[in-house]
Nanobody
Framework: QVQLVESGGGLVQPGGSLRLSCAASGFTIDKYIMTWYRQAPGKERELVATIASDNAGGRINYVDSVKGRFTISRDNAKNTVYLQMNSLTPEDTAVYYC???????????WGQGTQVTVSS
């Protein structure tokens, strides 16, 4: 079955770091745009970081609030995408979701999410 499973969330103090992982199964991520979204209570879902497929140039984009602090990467051999989060602030608190999107056929998958809480 097709599945995306996020892991690596948890409780950290401001200024701390976490690395989120998104492991895909049932399909290979090579041709997919991989994106991390987040949603805080009472707020709309927000795009955090996205990385295009290698054959599309592998372009990376971030929301302004995480530029210089977060790094998205993919390891196609492990069929996994990562989000390294440094210098975390309470405003980063949210459920983080992984998304895979194959643009041409319009195929997309979502993970269940992992909770990130930044608090002192």
């Amino acid at each position: 079955q097709v599945q995306l499973v996020e892991s690596g969330g948890g409780l950290v103090q401001p200024g701390g770091s976490l690395r989120l992982s998104c492991a895909a199964s049932g399909f290979t991520i090579d041709k997919y745009i991989m994106t991390w979204y987040r949603q805080a209570p009472g707020k709309e879902r927000e795009l955090v970081a996205t990385i295009a497929s290698d054959n599309a140039g592998g372009r990376i984009n971030y929301v302004d609030s995480v530029k210089g602090r977060f790094t998205i990467s993919r390891d196609n051999a492990k069929n996994t995408v990562y989000l390294q989060m440094n210098s975390l602030t309470p405003e980063d608190t949210a459920v983080y979701y992984c998304n895979a999107w194959w643009v041409v056929p319009g195929r997309t998958y979502w993970g269940q999410g992992t909770q990130v809480t930044v608090s002192s």
